[in-house]
Structure formats: C-alpha cells, structure tokens
C-alpha cells in the first residue's frame, strides 16, 4: 500500500521486451534504498513494481502483459523521469489517502492552464471510471494523490500547487501526455456494497442487506 505523496523522481534507465512481457531497469535518484529488499514492493508512476534486483542505483522489476495492458508502460523510453514512492509503514503518516498501486487504466491530459501560482489541469478518464471519480474526492494521477476540483462527464479537472510541480513529474504535463489513474478504493469498495446480494436474492442496499451483513442491529 501507498499514500500517493512522492518520494523522488526517478529514470528509467532500460526496458527490456521478456518473452512476450518486459523487464523494467529504474534509476532512483535521491529515494534511499537502504530499507527495501528483494520482494519489495515501489509505486513508478503510480504501478506497482515488485523489486526483483537491487543494482546500487535503483531497482529492476518485471512487468506482466496485464500491467501493460492497464497502465503507460508500454510507451516508456529510455531516459524518461517517473514519480516514486515505497510501499508505506505502520507508522507512516498517511498525508495523501490509500492508494494501493493497481492501476484501473490510462487517462490523458486535454488541457492545461496557469492559475496564479498554480496549474489547472484537465484530464479525460476512460468511460468505465467516470463513475468513481467526485468533486472533491481523491485520485491518483501517476501515483500522486490529488484532490478533484470539478468533474463533467469522463472529464475532470485539478488543481495543482506549486511544490507538486516541483517534486514531481507533473510539470512536463502537456495536452496528449498519458497517465496511470487509480480511483479511489474507497468507491470500489462503496460501489460493491449497494450492489449487495441478500441471501434471499435481492440486490442493491436493502434493509434485508444492511441486516445480514451487520449494519442494522
């Protein structure tokens, strides 16, 4: 699990085709490796990888044709900066929301514009996520939890200060740029619990429903 509040920004320093899938080499920068071991788990742009070599520089991590097929990384290149973050402690401070770094699919940037010091950006998300993303609700742009200001349709638009375009990827944002989206789990979950199935069939959020499942007592 994440928080959506990132670390470094990274490189991508090779992707490697595997017999059918790809092999990801990530440079790390300034992000400390020190606590992160074979098996670990590091958001890069929002995905997560699992480390499967520690190099001295960053990590490698293999990516599934399922990943690839869901989230941006089938356009990497060579060189191109990503967004990092380590998997979360007990004791970390949860600053942005639970993000768990299973990307729901590829949105794109429509638009961009200055507001005082600030950037507006507008995204267009896929037609099966519109209905999870609410004014005001949490997103995850590229593994950064964000704030929805205002949403039409499939489209939505951010507000974006002046320290998030500095510590992450999103100052190279131009229209055409695509990005990972993660709704948040919170919807899923919320949206799974009023399609309930009550034991005698009926679905949707019933008195029935509430009750068998410990909410009405």
């Known amino acids: 699990m994440f928080t959506g509040i990132i670390e470094a920004v990274g ?7 595997a017999s059918g899938d790809v092999s990801l080499y990530l440079r790390t920068g300034k992000l400390d490796l020190a606590d992160v071991s074979l098996g670990g788990s ?4 929002g995905v997560c990888l699992t480390v499967v070599d520690l190099p001295g520089d960053g990590f490698r991590a293999d990516v599934s044709r399922e990943s690839l097929s869901l989230t941006t990384i089938e356009h990497w290149q060579t060189g191109q900066p990503v967004n990092l ?14 993000v768990s770094g299973h990307v729901d699919g590829v949105g794109e940037v429509i638009g961009r514009h200055s507001d005082g010091r600030s ?3 507008r995204l267009r998300a896929p037609e099966a996520l519109a209905r999870y993303i609410a004014h005001k609700g949490s997103i995850t742009v590229d593994g950064i939890s964000l704030t929805v200001n205002k949403v039409e349709g499939a ?30 789990v919170l919807a899923r979950y919320l949206e799974r ?9 009926k679905t949707g959020m019933t008195m029935e429903f509430l009750t068998e499942n410990g909410f009405n007592k």
């Open 85 to 98: 973050e380590k998997a979360l402690l007990p004791t970390t401070r949860l600053g942005g929301h639970i």
């Open 11 to 17: 490189e991508v320093a090779a992707v490697t085709p």
């Open 42 to 45: 590091v958001a890069t742009n």
């Open 155 to 184: 489209e939505f638009e951010l507000n974006i200060v002046p320290h998030t375009l500095a510590e992450t990827i999103m100052g190279s944002y131009r229209p055409g740029t695509l990005v990972n989206l993660e709704v948040d």
């Open 119 to 121: 950037e507006r950006f």
């Open 193 to 201: 619990l009023l399609a309930g199935e009550s034991k005698s069939g």
